[in-house]
Nanobody, 124 residues
Framework: QVQLVESGGGLVQAGGSLRLSCAASGGTFSMYAMGWFRQAPGKERDFVAA????????YYTDSVKGRFTISRDNAKNTVDLQMNSLKPEDTAVYYC?????????????????WGQGTQVTVSS
């Protein structure tokens, strides 16, 4: 069973950047498509971005397109989320997870092995 640990969150001013990283262990990382989700207080966990096993395909929710970039390094068993031009509405706990279904999905129920999350706070 794969275990995931997120890092890289913090407090940043609007317009700033952060790079989140998710380190995987206990599985064959290159066999998994991966996703990033976020959850703000009192809200549901929402899809942010996903990447295929090889990294050849990436997907983003509309609100982050052009600002966020998902990437992976299968040699290092990591998946990163580069976040630029951050906005206060990006404030949330960010989670990475393994996609548990064939084909792209934004449904959190189709992901598993969630990490503990990393807090991102964007001040105005």
């Amino acid at each position: 069973q794969v275990q995931l640990v997120e890092s890289g969150g913090g407090l940043v001013q609007a317009g700033g950047s952060l790079r989140l990283s998710c380190a995987a262990s206990g599985g064959t990382f290159s066999m998994y498509a991966m996703g990033w989700f976020r959850q703000a207080p009192g809200k549901e966990r929402d899809f942010v971005a996903a990447i295929s096993k090889t990294g050849s395909s990436t997907y983003y929710t509309d609100s982050v397109k052009g600002r966020f970039t998902i990437s992976r390094d299968n040699a290092k068993n990591t998946v990163d989320l580069q976040m630029n031009s951050l906005k206060p509405e990006d404030t949330a706990v960010y989670y990475c997870a393994v996609r548990n279904s064939l084909g792209h999905t934004t449904n959190a129920e189709r992901f598993r092995s969630w990490g503990q999350g990393t807090q991102v706070t964007v001040s105005s």
